[in-house]
């Protein structure tokens, strides 16, 4: 069982190399870089000869851009701010020496550093993604956000963790939940769903209240409290920019 590690870039001078790090064990390293205006491309070489560098055409295309450029159909992907844990990498390890699996992919478990400490509840431990995956029987999905690997086949699941280390500090999350809800607005628009008044009230506060309570994020301390209140502000970012837009095009639709 050969794999190949993927990671797509954008800028990841202070990410990447710990991150390329931890993928040692793949049998090759595949970068696909957004035209970094930093030394992103430059530690990427120090890793791979595989780096091929391309306008950013999304997330789900650029992933899938990636797959597409493996030597081996079992894929590996990897964000630069995530690390495969030593107990992840000894599993891997043991399913590569295994032969070939019957299962098309495996889920991971992602275990999320956020201001500083562990995460372990308020919806974001246990987060299960499907990152080792067959190639011919998965693609990546999703036009804005929230892409996702969807297989034709069956799925297990590994133990071992995979570590993510997001966002800095409450600015760089804040920063970050601007640019997602653009995103997450205009596949809101494409999907055809609107906003109204009782939607932008009631929304933010159901997602407070799941996180903080039904999730038991208050248990998380602070952070549980940040990921609550952040989670809300998102929910409400993403409904009012969808408004606006709808709005706009209300008014052109009068106009004609």
Known sequence: MKISATVIT???EQNLAAALESLSWADEIIVVDSQSSDRTV???RQFTE????RPWPGYSAQKN???DQASHD???NLDADERVSPELCTEIESLKTAGEPQASGFEVPRRTF???RWIKHSGWHPDFKLRLYNRTAGRWRGAYVHESVESDGKVERLKGPLLHYTVRNASDHHSRIDRYTTLAAEEMAAQGKRMTAISLLISPLMAFIRAYLFRLGFLDGVP???IAYFAAHYVFLKGIKRWEKQRDEDDTRKVL
Do not use: P, S, T
């Open 114 to 116: 956020y201001l500083g």
């Open 10 to 12: 954008l800028n990841e």
């Open 224 to 226: 549980g409290l940040a």
């Open 50 to 53: 595989r780096i091929f560098i």
């Open 74 to 76: 079992w894929v590996f």
């Open 65 to 67: 851009f990636a797959a």
């Open 42 to 44: 430059e530690i990427a």
